[in-house]
């Protein structure tokens, strides 16, 4: 079983910055891909930002030039570091996590959530 764990969510003022962290922990994995996605009140979650384990990346255009995403392979770690922010990037932040996992049927898709971090940015 394979567990995403987010941290970092808090209350910041607009034009401030925060980095929020997601952990994938489990045995037997291999995650190529982690991505962020937020769903803000009363809309759909959205894509915020996704990395392969090449380092490619693409975000949202709301997000562009602000948001930058990156991670740690070893640590099956992802970070979203978040510049400039704005009213409207308050939402749940949630950590995805897509590969394989080793069992001993073979290989099965890994399509895993964490739980979700709060990030309220304050006008």
């Known amino acids: 079983q394979v567990q995403l764990v987010e941290s970092g969510g808090d209350l910041v003022q607009a034009g401030g910055s925060l980095r929020v962290s997601c952990a994938a922990s489990g045995s037997s994995f291999r995650i190529n891909a982690m991505g962020w996605y937020r769903q803000a009140p009363g809309k759909q979650r959205e894509l915020v930002a996704r990395?392969?384990?090449?380092?490619?990346?693409n975000y949202a255009d709301s997000v562009k030039g602000r948001f930058t995403i990156s991670r740690d392979n070893a640590k099956n770690t992802v970070y979203l570091q978040m510049n400039s922010l704005k009213p409207e990037d308050t939402a749940v932040y949630y950590c995805n996590g897509q590969g394989v996992v080793v069992s001993s049927l073979g290989l099965k898709p890994l399509d895993a959530w964490g739980q979700g971090t709060l990030v309220i940015v304050s006008s």
């Open positions: 990395i392969t384990s090449g380092g490619s990346t």
